[in-house]
């Protein structure tokens, strides 16, 4: 019985653990996610975007971006992986 509980609990740890081990976003720094968002958030402006929008629009990019990759696999995004993360925060301003 002593070992059935503890495959159990060792089981549930084992879960329990992975479920946080693997967040991409903790490799961000906030320099990095600062400096991130001023680049969006300066390219939207300089394309007409209000600062609000942009702002909202670059805190969902960064969001998304930071959850599937490193920074440094961000700085060499594919066009289609960059296009895909707009889509998904598109808010059809």
């Known amino acids: 019985m002593k070992i059935i509980l503890f495959a159990m609990a060792l089981i549930a740890l084992t879960f329990?653990?992975?479920?946080?081990?693997?967040?991409i976003s903790k490799t961000w720094t906030a320099e990095q996610e600062a400096q991130w968002k001023t680049k969006c958030?300066?390219?939207?402006?300089?394309?007409?975007?209000?600062?609000?929008?942009?702002?909202?629009?670059?805190?969902?990019m960064y969001g998304k971006t930071s959850e599937k990759y490193t920074p440094e696999q961000a700085a060499s995004l594919t066009v289609d992986?960059?296009?895909?993360?707009?889509?998904a925060c598109d808010y059809s301003w």
């Open 81 to 87: 992986q960059e296009r895909e993360i707009w889509e």
């Open 16 to 23: 329990l653990s992975g479920c946080n081990s693997n967040s």
């Open 41 to 60: 958030v300066q390219m939207l402006t300089d394309d007409g975007v209000s600062q609000s929008v942009a702002e909202d629009h670059c805190d969902c």
